[in-house]
């Protein structure tokens, strides 16, 4: 049987994507140092210069979905980092955008087979968000830490190009990993109609 884990020792061979929105950037830029420190410690080059970061700036987090699963499809990064934050108000449009988000994001990962990394803080206040970027500790590091993990372990899989599966008489067999390219979507498939009368 075998024992797959991502690490954080091997962060030089891979590429990240890092989505930003611009609305509440007093918070999402302080994230964005945070992510930006725990890369560089891990062995990364974060210049934007450099070919191993991206740093794709959005208007809100609200769009950070569509970007997550476009950077997802070029197929160039091993991990997607999405920054953002979504303050409530006094109105319900915190509840439409926070949910609308946290599900765009995570399909644009099952679509797509690249890890996308939720970084978008969800607050009631500004002060709550505040103590997240940067007051009381950095969660733009851990959702580093979290892209460097998932990008090495899935890196793994590329570079094993199989994954073992036990037989049912207990003999070890490859099973061959499907390749997120490979995946067409319902919405970009071509779908026959049929007549109603069928």
């Known amino acids: 049987m075998a024992v797959f884990e991502g690490n954080f020792t091997s962060a030089s061979s891979l ?5 930003i929105g611009r609305f509440n950037d007093l918070v999402t830029g302080k994230l ?15 210049n934007p210069e450099s070919t191993q970061v991206d740093y794709i700036w959005v208007p809100g987090s609200f769009e950070i979905p569509l970007m ?3 950077a997802a499809l070029s197929q160039k990064y091993d991990a997607v980092i999405c920054l953002g934050a979504v303050i409530k108000g006094q109105t319900p449009h915190f509840d439409y955008v926070a949910a609308e988000v946290s599900k765009g994001i995570a399909a644009a990962s099952f679509q797509t087979g690249v890890p996308v990394v939720f970084g978008v ?5 500004m002060q709550q ?15 580093a830490m979290n892209a460097l993990e998932m990008g090495s372990l899935m890196q793994q899989f590329k570079d094993n190009g199989s994954i073992y599966a036990s037989s049912n008489e207990g003999a070890i067999t490859t099973q061959a990993l499907p390749i ?4 067409v979507l319902a919405s970009e498939s071509t779908v026959e109609q049929t007549d109603a009368n069928d």
Do not use: M, P
Request: proline share 0%; aromatic share 6%.
């Open 180 to 183: 997120a390219s490979n995946h």
């Open 129 to 143: 968000a505040l103590e997240r970027a940067g007051i009381k500790g950095n969660h733009g590091w851990k959702y």
């Open 15 to 19: 590429r990240f994507a890092v989505i």
């Open 121 to 125: 803080l969800t607050t009631d206040t």
């Open 32 to 46: 964005l140092e945070g992510c930006q420190d725990c890369l560089k410690r891990h062995g990364v080059d974060t």
């Open 68 to 70: 997550a699963r476009q």
